[in-house]
């Protein structure tokens, strides 16, 4: 391979881990943007996760 070939791959790399967090940025950002929305509060969502994860633990 040539040089200009390897620079092209690693940028090519590159660009699509960028892509990607970029991707998951948006994705959170839109998710904490539909709770605002709806008016779930921070504590409610504690609760939630709290009861998850122990239902999925079988302790309830």
């Known amino acids: 391979m040539t040089l200009t070939v390897l620079k092209i791959s690693h940028l090519e790399q590159l660009n699509s881990k960028i892509f990607a967090l970029l991707s998951n ?5 839109k998710i904490e943007h539909l709770i ?3 008016g779930i509060s921070y504590s409610t969502l504690k609760y939630c996760a709290f009861f998850a994860e122990h239902a999925m633990k079988g302790n309830i």
């Open 25 to 29: 940025i948006f994705s959170r950002l």
């Open 36 to 38: 605002k929305q709806i």
